[in-house]
């Protein structure tokens, strides 16, 4: 089982624009010759602050304010501080906005290092996929003269190898059920791809024709402005998930249709189909729907970010777990390194 620590997501429907810059395109300088101030007008601009936060504390019963409250009160703060402290925070203002600018460059320069190091690592991912699946077989595996024919007739590649390195993450194992199990048998390739603005990445499920369904792959892309950020709570823009093409309605595995007795008007009796949700892997690729938050109470946006949660959880599993270890997750190496981590954290503490 996995005992990584899962990360919180935060999510919104509408995100912020990019980082804003003056008119000239570049970070503003802070002012020459700033004010110098005398003790006692530090000791006047301390009264002032104290004066400022002992009025906004006096209205902490006030629940009925909202964002444009909220703007008011922080020009409200600043218009009460004396001239010399309100140019020391515009300074610092300032020099946040060059602090922006720094990490927008950092986290492009990240994006395209990512990329390269991708790109170098995937023919060892294409490589590892034909090993999987047997693709190789014929020419490498072929009898020896010690060892009967009979005994390779069926070894072709590692089979329920995706099957295995799953099960061995507790997060993803508690959604496969026994059904799911053995269509994930039929899985030939998980990978992952970030994109190329670094504000995101898509899963791929690769699948081998099957009797379940039609589709060759299975995406999940998730939109996080915040990824390269490493110390930062997730902030999910978008997620988006695909549909499943169910051969039979008998092979979902996602719902099932059950026949139920409803009595009409005239007290007539007739059979009923309806269709019933099952525990299923598969609802994956079904992500949660974001809704209008004002249309919802606390408790309802508690559960929907919750819900985000365990998706982004799952999702980061196999995104940096899963998909650059597999071998590792398969063989349960992986496991006990996780295991061995948290133990000597214990110690530690």
Same mark, same amino acid.
């Given at each position: 089982r996995d005992h990584h620590t899962s990360q919180d997501v935060s999510f919104s429907n509408i995100m912020s624009g990019p980082i804003e810059q003056n008119s000239s395109g570049g970070p503003t300088s802070p002012p020459e010759n700033p004010p110098e101030i005398t003790t006692q007008e530090e000791q006047e601009a301390l009264a002032s602050i104290q004066q400022v936060i002992g009025d906004d504390d006096s209205d902490d019963g006030n629940d009925d304010g909202d964002d444009d409250d909220d703007?008011?009160?922080?020009?409200?703060?600043?218009?009460?501080?004396?001239?010399?402290?309100?140019?020391?925070?515009?300074?610092?203002?300032?020099?946040?906005?060059?602090?922006?600018?720094?990490?927008?460059?950092?986290? $492009?320069?990240?994006?395209?290092?990512?990329?390269?190091?991708?790109?170098?690592c995937q023919p060892l991912f294409e490589q590892r996929k034909?090993?999987?699946?047997?693709?190789?077989? $014929?020419?490498?595996?072929?009898?020896?003269?010690?060892?009967?024919?009979?005994?390779?007739?069926?070894?072709?590649?590692?089979?329920?190898?995706?099957?295995?390195?799953?099960?061995?993450?507790?997060?993803?194992?508690?959604?496969v059920t026994e059904r799911d199990a053995e269509c994930l048998n039929f899985l030939e390739d998980i990978t992952c791809q970030d994109l190329p603005s670094g504000l995101g990445f898509t899963l791929n499920f690769h699948f081998k024709p099957n009797p379940y369904f039609s589709n060759s792959l299975l995406t999940k892309r998730y939109d996080v402005p915040n990824l390269m950020l490493v110390d930062d709570e997730p902030i999910l823009k978008n997620v988006t998930g695909c549909e499943i093409d169910w051969k039979d309605p008998d092979m979902c595995l996602m719902h099932r249709v059950v026949s139920k007795k409803q009595r009409n008007k005239k007290g007539q009796i007739r059979q009923? $189909? $309806?269709?019933?949700?099952?525990?299923?892997?598969?609802?994956f690729f079904s992500p949660p729907k974001l809704p209008e938050l004002a249309d919802i109470d606390e408790e309802e946006?508690?559960?929907?970010?919750?819900?985000?949660?365990?998706?982004?959880?799952?999702?980061?599993?196999?995104?940096?777990?899963?998909?650059?270890?597999?071998?590792?997750?398969?063989?349960?190496e992986a496991m006990h390194d996780a295991l061995d981590g948290v133990f000597a954290e214990g110690e530690d503490t």
């Open positions: 703007d008011d009160e922080e020009e409200d703060f600043l218009a009460e501080l004396p001239p010399c402290i309100r140019g020391r925070v515009d300074q610092l203002k300032e020099l946040n906005v060059k602090r922006d600018d720094f990490m927008e460059g950092y986290l $492009k320069e990240r994006a395209a290092l990512e990329q390269k190091y991708h790109a170098l034909v090993i999987i699946n047997g693709e190789g077989d $014929k020419e490498e595996n072929q009898p020896t003269d010690d060892e009967p024919e009979n005994e390779n007739e069926e070894s072709t590649g590692i089979p329920e190898f995706w099957n295995v390195a799953m099960s061995n993450i507790e997060t993803i194992d508690d959604l009923v $189909k $309806k269709k019933e949700r099952t525990e299923s892997f598969f609802h946006a508690e559960a929907i970010e919750e819900a985000f949660d365990h998706d982004y959880d799952v999702a980061q599993q196999f995104r940096s777990h899963i998909v650059p270890k597999a071998v590792l997750w398969f063989t349960g």
